[in-house]
């Protein structure tokens, strides 16, 4: 069988933090071969798949011989042979191989590389994109991008609260003109934070390392950034938040360093919806922590209407906590990062059960990247909408949006940009700022 797997190799290598990470490469018997790397994320949530790490002094206790280890041992044994054209019964064997729910003993950052890495295989066994491969013969779009332009939260040093300042550009028309506009923010706001003495340098994901005196500072400086870069406020360039509520958590509350205050989960669920209102707020992502249901259900029947909810720590790209997110009415979208899951096929079952209950996805890299664009792919084959992957400088960032401008290249005239139609229902349709 040509699309057998005969091989599977794992290798260390050094993410975008200068962390090691685990690549894997997979070869058919055709000789048809694919290799992906696992990103690493610095906020985590509790429920997501466990990086497996080696501990000691080496590396920071970082390293990944561990998954390495697990990938060239039980890992290679178990796919040997299996048709890599089934991608759930390759991850079903290292899934039941592993036995456990978080991926703790060969590590989620093992499965997933090996997992990405038998898609590209196939795919190069095809001679399709990645992107063309997953989608069949299903129509696609180009997704509608998240990015960042100031870096907060765990990704700066914690310099500002709220993890994420991210602009989107719904009515940009294409995958390019989202990219120009953003380009052209981007930069504006360097210049008006240097100007103002602000500028502190680039956080993990690339954006600008603020050096504001409260949260709502930076909401401002990004309102006039838009408006230096010739834009429309609620109108060209949107807003986007990642809170990432659950690096707040002090005891029962959330506590925001930079404003000196501690908030309930009803406070903090005021101060965003007043963002929300002052501000071209148009998605907040985990407004509060991972096990707050009320305070997710909250907001959004409080702004949901005009507002992405995302969920991500609250979620952690699983179907089963999307689905009683749901029933909870807590959210309007869920983030999909793979390496939460651990396998493309329950980060798929993830991202399939939110668009059967009418939500909206957003295929996510993290805060630790590399050079691999699988995303890219990901988000355009699996049709998510949208897709977030950090700033709009370093290369492994950039890397994911060149790939994206090649794929609506690749389109054609066929290429259909997602826009506003990647949002949750009205959310976008009805906003007014």
């Not at 390392?209 to 709502?216: H, V």
């Not at 000196?260 to 009803?266: F, H, I, Q």
């Not at 992957?389 to 690749?410: C, Q």
């Not at 506003?420 to 976008?428: E, I, S, Y």
Request: aromatic share 6%.
């Amino acid at each position: 069988m040509k699309t057998g797997i005969a091989s599977v190799f794992a290798r260390q290598i050094w993410d975008s933090r200068g962390c090691p990470t685990v690549e894997a490469e997979v070869t058919l018997a055709s000789g048809a071969s694919g290799r992906a790397a696992a990103p690493a994320g610095a906020s985590r949530g509790e429920y997501e798949a466990i990086d497996l790490r080696d501990g000691g002094i080496a590396f920071g206790g970082k390293g990944v011989g561990r998954a390495v280890d697990a990938v060239n041992g039980p890992i290679a044994k178990a796919l040997q042979a299996v048709d890599a054209r089934d991608q759930a019964l390759v991850d079903s064997r290292m899934i039941e191989g592993d036995g456990t729910s978080n991926k703790s003993v060969f590590g989620g950052n093992a499965t997933v590389a090996v997992s990405m890495a038998v898609a590209h295989a196939v795919a190069d066994a095809e001679g399709l994109p990645l992107w063309r491969l997953l989608a069949g013969d299903r129509h696609v779009r180009i997704p509608l991008p998240e990015i960042q332009i100031f870096g907060g939260g765990a990704h700066a040093g914690r310099r500002t609260d709220v993890q994420d300042f991210m602009i989107m550009a719904p009515q940009a028309g294409s995958i390019r003109r989202a990219l120009e506009i953003t380009g052209n923010v981007y930069h504006a706001a360097g210049a008006a934070m240097e100007d103002a003495g602000l500028l502190a340098g680039t956080a993990d994901e690339g954006g600008w390392w603020p050096n504001f005196d409260s949260n709502e500072a930076a909401l401002s400086m990004l309102v006039s950034a838009i408006e230096r870069a010739g834009y429309r406020p609620g109108e060209d360039v949107f807003i986007s938040l990642d809170i990432a509520a659950n690096e707040l958590r002090s005891g029962t509350g959330y506590q925001l360093n930079l404003d000196g205050e501690k908030l309930s989960s009803d406070e903090i669920v005021d101060r965003v919806v007043r963002w929300s209102e002052d501000y071209p707020i148009l998605s907040v992502e985990d407004p509060v922590g991972q096990d707050d249901t009320a305070g997710m259900a909250n907001i959004t029947a409080r702004i949901g209407e005009t507002v992405q909810i995302i969920g991500d720590d609250f979620l952690v790209t699983d179907a089963g906590r999307v689905a009683k997110a749901a029933e909870a009415a807590a959210g309007n979208a869920v983030l999909v990062k793979v390496n939460q899951a651990g396998t493309l096929t329950e980060a798929r079952a993830a991202l399939e059960t939110a668009r059967e209950l009418g939500w909206a996805t957003i295929v996510s890299a993290r805060s630790g990247e590399t050079e691999d664009v699988t995303i890219a792919h990901l988000a355009t084959g699996w049709n998510a909408g949208q897709i977030k992957v950090g700033s709009f400088a370093r290369s492994e960032r950039m890397a994911k949006w060149n790939e994206l401008l090649r794929i609506e290249e690749a389109l054609g005239s066929n290429a259909e940009f997602a826009g506003a139609g990647g949002l949750p229902r009205r959310v976008g349709k009805e906003k007014a700022w």
